[in-house]
Every structure is written in structure tokens, then in C-alpha cells.
């Protein structure tokens, strides 16, 4: 994920170093988490609109869609059952968010990226070997716990930490990218599967997700521990301060072996192990709380994981067969990973704010286009003629690259870099915790909601991309090129937050 891009720093900033082979290959693997994740995501999508598939778990839907010619388009794949094979991960993953965040607190980010792998590999076992809708909805929990431990709590705190504070953004969209890339593999491996003769395609395409989680766990038992994490959990400075001069390549780190010190010093007078939940409901901490509850709130209601979740669906609600719906589903894949690509290297140029409007105003627009296509030229009964499909499709792909690089990666940089590190475990739990439920909310009732709403989701959708570029605009401050440990300046300096976060 970590790549040696040219990024001036700016001038009279403590932390010494360079991006070395070791950070490099540490965040790469600590980042397969997000292939785990995007892999989930991808091939969910694809599975669910394979005709054995739905024949085996969802034989109500296969008559649907193969018998019964009265009903809705926007209607063909509403069932509570199939989309609580998607949302159930969710579920799981929100109750285990809080688990991770007091083993990740205590015993550090390493023992938490191990446990995620551990028990993704259980949830790919049950699913490639499913017999009955339970034992896969099981299968689906076990993964939920695997990217609550792992993917979501530990491995973008362990990508923040190891990295430089002038490169923090282009490592830490390595997660975004990497879920890119899990995704796009997904979709290429559900274009192959769907063709296997036998009816087990689908089998191959679940059983698949052990790859990543495989190099994921065995990989985490070589990764080096964060420095921040080393002195937060054991006190030990000397082994902190071997593995800041290994991963900077510099001699020098005492500056900022200093700045962790004194952050960890300022936790220990502030809070004890057990009150950190209290503690970031204190007024100093608000700012960092606001934002931890609406970036992942706003990222889910960009209406992303529509397309991530039930694009082969979608594609074939507009008329498209199974091989060319799940064939557009790899080409959203490679524009969202491209995007988020572009977005590591530009991220800590640009700034987070710049790239969240931009990517704001290009989801709006391309929703709206999307919206009003469907509303006028797709009726209950029919398809859109060919034209009209792929247009849809090219604005779903502008569409994806907008979050890509705005919206998509920044959505767990920014929770990730504003708290201080009294706070920095709880916070990136919470965070997680409402991106589950969310994604849960979302991912439930999406196939209802397009049922009653028809073309009005995306108009539904929009609305709310307007309103979080809006509360972007006007209340999230700064943040590249600020060191994790001065990271409170930017709240104390903002013409909002200033007045609650310095008022006594």
C-alpha cells in the first residue's frame, strides 16, 4: 500500500525518516484486511444474483424472476431473507466492534488483526460449505466478527501510526485501495464461476475469500508492533523507540519518541483503562465524537454500498442478463480502484477537504443523472433499451470514482488520524460501530426501499450527499501533514469547535 511518492512536507516538522521497506511490507499486510473486506463486499453482490445460487437458498425469488411476469422491475429481488444474508455480517460486526476496541486498547492492534483472521477463515469455511440458509447466515456472522476484530478497528489505526505524518493519508488510503482491489477480484471471480457448469459456482466464489484472510493471519503473527501501541500497552520504551528507528530508517526518532510519550503521560493523568468510554464524552472531546458518529454515518448514506452490495442486481433490474451484470460489476471495480489509487497520491497535496467536496459534487450529479433515467424511460415491466443501460452504467462508474477518491478512503482516514491516543481505540470504535449499523440499515432495506421508491433512491440518496458536503464545508477542519500527537490544534483553531473544546 505504501509507496514512495514525492510529497513536500511542510517546513518545521518534528518527525524525522522516510518511507522505508519495512513500513512498506508491514502495511501491505496489515492492509489485506481490506481485501478480506472487499472481497466480502464483491463477491455478496455477485453470489446473490447467480440463478443456482438463488435456486438452492432463495427458490421464492428464482420462481419470481423466472415465472412470475406481473411483478415490478423495482420489485423482482425484494425479500427480508436474502438481504439478511447480506446485512447479517453487520450485525456481528457492530457488537464485535466494541470487543475489539478493549483488546485492541489493552494487547494492542497485532492480537486484534489476528483474531479477525482467525475467525474470517471459520466464516469461509461455513459459507463455501453451506447446505442450508442458516448454516450460511452463520457462516456470515463468523465473518462479521472477523471484520470487526480486524479490518475496521486495528488495521487502519496500525496503517496511521506506522506511517510518517506528511504520508498518513496516501498509506492510510492503502485500506481504501485495498478493499478496491478485493472487490475487483471478487467481481472478475464471479464472472469466471458463473460460467462453471454444475451449479456450484458459487461455492468456488465464497471458498475464495480464504486466500486473503490465509495471509492476513499468518502474516500478522510476523507484523511489528506500532511504537504508539507499544508504549500505550507496556511502557517500554526502548523496544518503542528500536522500532521508530526501524520503520523512519533514521537514527533520530527521539523527537518524536518524545511527542508519543507525552501523549501516552497525558492519558494516564487523564483516564484509567477502564473510563475511556466516559472520557470521550467530555466536552474537550467533542469535536472528535461529532465526527466519529457522521463521517461513517454519511458514508453509508452515499448510497455506496447499493452499488457494492447488489449491482449484479441492479444491472439486471435495468434489463442487463447475469454474465453482462456481473461483467459491469467488474468494470465499477476497476473504476473504484483507480480512483482510490489517485486518491493516495494526491491526498496529502490536496488536503481531505478538497477532495471531499469534489467527490461530493461529482456523486450528486451523477446520482441525479442515474435517477432520472430510471424515472422516465424504466417502467414496472421491460428493461431500458441498450443506449439508456449503458449510460446508466458510465454514470455509475463516475459515480464510483467520486467516492473513490473522495468519500470511500477518506471515510476511515479522517476517524483515524483526529484522536488523541487516550481516546484514539474508543474513538475508532465508535466509528466502526455506526458504519455497521448503517451498513446494516442500508444493506436490510435497500431491496424494499427500491421496491417503493423505484428511480426516487438515487434521488433519496443525493439529498444527503448534499448535506454531508455541506457539514464538510463548514466543520471538518484540516488534517494533512499534522502529526497524530498535535492533532488537537486543528479542533482548537477551527471557528466553530474553538468555542466548545477551549471554553473551561
Not at 424515472?375 to 452504467?393: C, E
Not at 462508474?397 to 467520486?402: E, F, K, L, M, N
Request: glycine share 10%.
Amino acid at each position: 500500500m505504501a509507496v514512495g511518492l514525492a510529497i513536500t512536507c511542510q517546513s518545521g516538522q518534528k518527525n524525522n525518516g522516510r518511507i522505508t521497506l519495512y513500513v512498506v511490507l508491514s502495511c501491505m499486510m496489515a492492509a489485506m484486511g481490506g481485501v478480506i473486506f472487499g472481497y466480502d463486499i464483491g463477491i455478496t453482490g455477485g453470489v446473490t444474483s447467480m440463478e443456482p445460487f438463488l435456486n438452492k437458498f432463495f427458490h421464492n425469488i428464482y420462481l419470481k424472476m423466472k415465472e412470475d411476469v406481473t411483478v415490478s422491475n423495482y420489485c423482482l429481488f425484494d425479500s427480508q431473507l436474502l438481504t439478511s444474508f447480506t446485512s447479517s455480517l453487520y450485525v456481528a460486526g457492530f457488537f464485535t466492534s466494541f470487543l475489539a476496541s478493549y483488546v485492541t486498547s489493552v494487547f494492542g492492534r497485532k492480537p486484534s488483526i489476528i483474531a479477525g483472521g482467525t475467525a474470517f477463515l471459520a466464516g469461509t469455511a461455513l459459507g463455501g460449505a453451506a447446505f442450508n440458509v442458516y448454516m450460511l447466515i452463520v457462516g456470515r456472522l463468523m465473518l462479521g466478527v472477523g471484520v470487526g476484530f480486524a479490518n475496521q478497528v486495528a488495521v487502519p489505526l496500525y496503517l496511521s501510526e506506522m506511517a510518517l505524518p506528511r504520508f498518513r493519508g496516501a498509506i492510510n488510503n492503502g485500506f481504501q485501495l485495498s478493499i478496491g482491489i478485493g472487490a475487483l477480484s471478487a467481481n472478475l471471480i464471479n464472472y469466471g464461476t458463473e460460467k462453471i457448469k454444475g451449479s456450484y459456482g458459487w461455492r468456488v466464489s465464497l471458498a475464495m475469500a480464504a486466500v486473503p484472510a490465509s495471509f492476513l493471519t499468518l502474516g500478522a503473527l510476523f507484523l511489528p508492533e506500532t511504537p504508539n501501541s507499544l508504549i500505550q500497552t507496556s511502557q517500554d520504551h526502548q523496544k518503542a523507540k528500536r522500532i521508530l528507528q526501524r520503520i523512519r530508517g533514521v537514527e533520530d526518532v527521539q523527537s518524536e519518541l518524545d511527542d508519543l510519550t507525552k501523549a501516552n503521560s497525558s492519558t494516564s493523568t487523564k483516564t484509567s483503562p477502564q473510563q475511556p468510554f466516559k472520557l470521550i464524552l467530555k466536552r474537550r472531546y467533542r469535536p472528535q465524537l461529532v465526527t466519529a458518529i457522521a463521517i461513517p454515518f454519511f458514508q453509508q448514506v452515499t448510497g455506496i454500498n447499493v452499488i457494492a452490495f447488489y449491482a449484479p442486481l441492479l444491472f439486471r433490474t435495468i434489463g442487463l442478463g447475469e454474465s453482462a451484470s456481473l461483467l459491469s460489476s467488474v468494470m465499477t471495480g476497476i473504476t473504484g480502484t483507480c480512483s482510490t489509487f489517485i486518491s493516495m497520491l494526491v491526498v496529502d497535496k490536496l488536503g481531505r477537504r478538497t477532495l471531499f467536496i469534489v467527490g461530493g459534487i461529482q456523486m450528486f450529479v451523477s446520482q441525479c443523472i442515474v435517477g432520472g433515467i430510471m424515472a422516465f424511460h424504466l417502467k414496472d415491466h421491460g428493461g431500458l433499451t441498450k443506449g439508456y443501460a449503458y449510460m446508466v452504467l458510465v454514470m455509475i462508474c463516475i459515480y464510483v470514482a467520486g467516492f473513490g477518491w473522495s468519500w470511500g478512503p477518506l471515510g476511515w482516514l479522517v476517524p483515524s488520524e483526529i484522536f488523541p491516543l487516550e481516546i484514539r481505540s474508543v474513538g475508532q470504535s465508535i466509528t466502526v460501530a455506526v458504519s455497521f449499523v448503517f451498513t446494516f440499515v442500508v444493506a436490510q432495506s435497500f431491496l424494499s426501499m427500491l421496491c417503493h421508491f423505484k428511480s426516487g433512491i438515487f434521488f433519496f440518496f443525493g439529498g444527503w450527499v448534499v448535506v454531508m458536503t455541506v457539514f464538510v464545508y463548514f466543520f471538518l477542519p484540516e488534517t494533512k501533514n499534522v502529526p497524530l500527537e498535535q492533532m488537537e490544534k486543528v479542533w482548537q483553531e477551527h471557528w466553530f469547535w474553538k468555542r466548545i473544546v477551549c471554553e473551561k
